[in-house]
T-cell receptor
Framework: GDSVTQMEGPVTLSEEAFLTINCTYT??????LFWYVQYPGEGLQLLLK?????DKGSNKGFEATYRKETTSFHLEKGSVQVSDSAVYFC????????????FGSGTQLTVLP | NAGVTQTPKFRILKIGQSMTLQCAQD?????MYWYRQDPGMGLKLIYY???????DKGEVPNGYNVSRSTTEDFPLRLELAAPSQTSVYFC????????????FGPGTRLTVT
């Protein structure tokens, strides 16, 4: 079945450091890929998405590129802020699957001032 | 628009009790979903609905029931609560479409003791 594997956390960085959170996937169809963010005590919010190979999703300084050859969708940000502290989830959905999301286990990010 | 709302925010149940988690959306979305999030894990799909009167099982449906009598509401029913159902429950909705994101509610934290 479909699955998403994320790098294990927690990740602790200093403000203005470079962030990479790795995400790889296994899917039988042609997935769309997503990064969701969950701030403390809140529900998930869509951060960015990419729907086909080589697409780059970007939002709030975060970027991720859909790499079909390596089945990856790594999240990057050049300079993190304290306000980026949250849990980040990589997810996929398959076309025609009623848009069911398959999530990775999440990566806790803490940014220190 | 309120988006996706969930009630209650917190609940403690005794083993064997029953309860209904409420979910409503005011965005006229036809797709709705229930997920559970266990500590340190990603979200797992319990049930979903593609429209009023239509529901289907997700990955972890045992111990739960749903109904969808209106477009707006998608309640989740626990009939005989068990400790294994201690989790955070998220409702989500989306508009049918290949690239439409899912919008999440704030969650219900349920403890079964």
């Amino acid at each position: 079945g479909d699955s998403v594997t994320q790098m294990e956390g927690p990740v602790t960085l200093s403000e203005e450091a470079f962030l990479t959170i790795n995400c790889t996937y296994t899917a039988t169809g042609y997935p769309s890929l997503f990064w969701y963010v969950q701030y403390p005590g809140e529900g998930l919010q869509l951060l960015l998405k990419a729907t086909k190979a080589d697409d780059k999703g970007s939002n709030k300084g975060f970027e991720a590129t859909y790499r079909k050859e390596t089945t990856s969708f790594h999240l990057e940000k050049g300079s993190v802020q304290v306000s980026d502290s949250a849990v980040y989830f990589c997810a996929l959905t398959i076309s025609g699957s009623a848009r069911q999301l398959t999530f990775g286990s999440g990566t806790q990010l803490t940014v220190l001032p | 628009n309120a988006g996706v709302t969930q009630t209650p925010k917190f609940r403690i149940l005794k083993i064997g009790q029953s309860m209904t988690l409420q979910c409503a959306q005011d965005m006229n979305h036809n797709y709705m979903y229930w997920y559970r999030q266990d500590p340190g894990m990603g979200l797992k799909l319990i049930y979903y609905s593609v429209g009023a009167g239509i529901t289907d099982k997700g990955e972890v449906p045992n111990g739960y029931n749903v109904s969808r009598s209106t477009t707006e509401d998608f309640p989740l029913r626990l009939e005989l609560a068990a400790p294994s159902q201690t989790s955070v429950y998220f409702c989500a909705s989306s508009y049918q479409g290949e690239e439409d994101e899912q919008y999440f509610g704030p969650g219900t934290r349920l403890t079964v003791t």
